[in-house]
């Protein structure tokens, strides 16, 4: 696709006879399909294709399978009014193979082919912060919140003054295609990565990444005090220091900057020590400690994870909450829910606890039960799981907790550890009289309310997709949609969203508008141009990286700004070779400037993680 657009674009600057657009293109998940799955591709076209025959190209040339283009799914904009579905479902045997409908040919794609989540976690490698990366976080100094210029601008107003430190916050993770460390981002990320472990099996790759983030946790998390940044965005309105937005280079040079903040970059807190913390705070970094706690072989080890979460989640400010505390700016990270997380920390300390044989197990599943009702209450209906609404990893886990308090038996996939009650054949699991405010009719219901949010998107658009990408955060919210149908079919048994959540995955590799793989590294026509920084400046491949994809076109009506400096322009011609397919109030460029399409994040690559796991798919 791209190279046609460019010899397009070619011959029109010389001035000879344009070459011939294309009549379509064929959309496929360019990574591929289990054998037994439901598949499909979608052809784009310019004109009426309707009953237009298609066939599967094998390696060799064979012709394997033939079919018949169903349905006009909708137009997709003025250049490709109809889109048809194109069925390959009995493709079983495995191999390489395209799709071809008279002089369109699709990109290559697998039949069980290997899983790509060993490249993402790559990209988790790749993030890691500490040693030449910000040594200097090692004895940083704490700093009052500072405040901002407005509501949705990171630029500060006054200066920062500082309260205490040194403290170390050396590790982690960089948050996104900055340098910036944020608990809230962190928190949320290691939960999955443990999940995905607990879930799916060992992986020693992604369990090195998963202890990673946890000794970075361990540090942000000192008994009283939660720390919750690293680093500033921007730097003052008076222009007297700068911030990490404000300078594209390598992480390496940020302990020599002649930049005082980001040479020694400020820690901010999220409370005095001991108060309240913000209760999507708490939840969540309970929830990572707790399913740290439920994978961790060493009993003492797992006791001390299982209180370190059970000490975060006492601290939770549940009444009054008023706005809740994400990162500085609060607009980098503007969440609104919050009694999703506290669910979730109740529902993973009761299953780390259930598995140590802990009397408290009871307490926290009734808690958990408690916040599960309020969410479904008050929160429940407008959103899917993500970073902002972790309701569904929460409602599936409560599910188990409240299952295994009702047999008295230990939590499925998670061994006992040798020596504790549960191995040892005691009921102390068992709560008599547990006091549980939620059904698990009424939390698998609401699973299923979440998917049909998706489904009934995915009904009206022309390439099924559930996700809103006229918004931020289309692929993780794919991705989601494919881990909550997971969820949901591991604690209910039915299989019918299985199609759905495969056509949202499709959708992320290249079975969309723009035949775009948004994982970079992963299928033939992946995004090649990230806005990373690291990628950028080095020149190696971005590989594994999760980005945005499409967002609201208006967001590029002005244009995509000048290269910042230092900047290596991506692409070289600066062509953007996706103007073409811009459409239903979408667009997605696919270069180094535009942050709103292309830049990759951590929540991103752990939420392909979570829905990438074996039993996902």
């Known amino acids: 696709m791209r190279a046609v657009l460019a010899v397009a674009l070619a011959v029109l600057t010389m001035g000879s006879p344009a ?57 997709w904009n003025g250049t490709f009014p109809h889109v048809y579905a194109l069925d390959l479902t009995d493709l079983r045997q495995p191999g390489t193979y395209r799709v071809k409908s008279g002089s369109l040919l699709s990109p290559p794609f697998q039949v069980d082919p290997a899983s790509p989540a060993p490249k993402i976690v790559r990209f988790f490698q790749g993030q890691r912060d500490g040693g030449r990366r910000h040594g200097n976080d090692k004895a940083a100094m704490v700093y009052d919140w500072p405040e ?14 500082r309260i205490g430190g040194p403290v170390d916050v050396e590790g982690g993770w960089f948050d996104a295609g900055d340098y910036l460390k944020f608990t809230h981002i962190l928190a949320y ?57 404000d300078v594209w280079r390598l992480p390496e040079a940020d302990d020599g900057s002649s930049h005082r903040y980001l040479r020694h970059r400020p820690v901010f807190r999220a409370a005095p020590p001991g108060h309240p913390i913000s209760p999507n705070l708490a939840g969540r970094t309970a929830a990572a400690f707790a399913v740290a706690a439920q994978m961790e072989p060493s009993p003492d080890r797992a006791a001390q994870l299982l209180d370190k979460a059970a000490a975060v989640y006492a601290l939770a400010k549940t009444s009054q909450v008023g706005q809740l505390v994400t990162s500085l700016p609060y607009s980098f990270y503007p969440e609104k829910a919050w009694r999703d997380d506290m669910e979730l920390g109740g529902a993973e300390l009761a299953l780390a606890a259930q598995r140590l044989g802990d009397p408290r197990a009871g307490d ?15 929160e429940a209906g407008g959103d899917t799981l993500n970073l902002y609404d972790v309701s569904a990893l929460a409602h599936a886990d409560l599910v188990k907790a409240i299952r295994v308090a009702a047999s008295g038996t230990r939590p499925a996939a998670v061994a006992p550890l040798p020596g504790t009650a549960q191995e040892n054949g005691s009921s102390e699991a068992r709560i008599p009289g547990l006091r549980v405010a939620v059904s698990e009719e009424q939390l698998i219901a609401d699973l299923r309310a979440q998917l049909e949010i998706g489904a009934a998107r995915a009904g009206k658009d022309p390439f099924m997709a559930g996700a809103a990408y006229d918004e931020f955060d289309a692929v ?101 070779r996706y103007a073409a397919f811009t459409g239903r109030g979408s667009r997605f460029v696919d270069d180094v400037r535009s942050w709103q399409a ?13 829905a990438l796991r074996p039993t996902a798919t």
């Open 364 to 378: 926290w599943l009734e808690q958990a039960a408690h916040w599960a009702g309020e969410y479904l209450r008050h």
């Open 189 to 245: 990320v290691d939960t999955l990565l443990w999940a995905s472990l607990r879930d799916a099996g060992h992986s020693a790759a992604l369990a090195r990444e998963a202890s990673h983030g946890l000794k970075y946790l361990d540090k942000m998390w000192d008994g009283k005090t939660l720390y919750i940044q690293v680093g500033i965005g921007a730097g003052d309105k008076a222009g007297t220091f700068a911030g990490d937005h």
């Open 598 to 610: 292309s830049e990759p994040a951590d929540d991103f690559a752990a939420i392909a993680l979570y």
């Open 148 to 161: 901002f210029t407005g509501p949705d601008t990171d630029e500060i107003k006054g200066g920062l003054r």
């Open 476 to 576: 993780p919210h794919a991705f989601g949609l494919v881990a909550t149908a997971c969820l949901y079919r591991e604690v209910s048994g039915d299989r019918t969203y299985d199609a759905f959540a495969t056509r949202q995955r499709g959708w992320v590799f290249g079975a969309n508008a723009w035949g775009v793989s948004f994982v970079a590294g992963v299928g033939r026509d992946s995004i090649r141009c990230p806005h990373y920084q690291i990628s950028n400046l080095t020149g190696r491949p971005a590989t594994g990286a999760v980005v945005n994809g499409p967002n609201k076109a208006s967001l590029f009506d002005e244009g995509l700004g000048d290269h910042l400096d230092g900047m290596t322009p991506c692409p070289a011609d600066g062509v953007d």
């Open 19 to 75: 070459v011939a657009e294309p009549s379509g293109y064929i959309r496929v998940d360019q990574v591929g399909f289990a054998p037994g799955e439901s598949k499909q591709a979608f052809l784009m076209s310019r004109g009426g294709s309707a009953g237009a025959r298609f066939s599967i190209v094998a390696r060799d040339g064979r012709e394997v399978l033939h079919g018949t283009a169903g349905r006009d799914l909708g137009r």
